[in-house]
């Protein structure tokens, strides 16, 4: 009888190398916007345009719901439009990159400082490590290893073993969901 426990292992580099799989077949038609259908390359360029110039209005960054904020979620959602393009060498997309990587931006998306000191969410974590590797950036920044802090929050023994988990002080504050496994799994 086989041992569980590799089969569990196996059972999740199996999930993990589907899920890449799909992601990358869910991607791989807007990867790299010259080799798309004439079609394709004009409405792919028209959204990137208009997402550089949301860029550009805006200091780097996606706005918010009230003016003058940011939206840092949009903001890798729009680095990652750039990247998955063959784009992310675009001044846009790096300068973007740039203010994503900032220990002010990395406070704002991954914690609940200074309100609830201590509080790390999963899946924003997962999200702006999954943005930073995805631009060829390092996984540390604003002063923190994201790989490392990601890893520490998986969950390693019973009955939720290997389940990203927000850090939270009470258990029913964690939202860590499905979406944010994928994307700690494709971080």
Known sequence: ??????????????????????????????????????????????ALDWLADELNRNGATMPGFTPGSTDWGLTMDTVLAFVTSGEGNAPEAVAATDRIATAEAISAYTTWDPEVPGVRVAGATAKTLLTLRSAGRTSTAGGIDLEQTLRALMIPTGEHRGRFSDQVPDPMWNTANGFAQALAVLA
């Open 1 to 46: 009888m086989p041992h569980p426990t590799k089969n569990r292992t196996a059972n999740g580099r199996a999930l993990g190398a589907l899920l890449l799989a799909a992601f990358l077949t869910l991607i791989a038609p807007a990867m790299h916007v010259s080799g798309a259908p004439a079609e394709q390359q004009v409405a792919a360029r028209s």
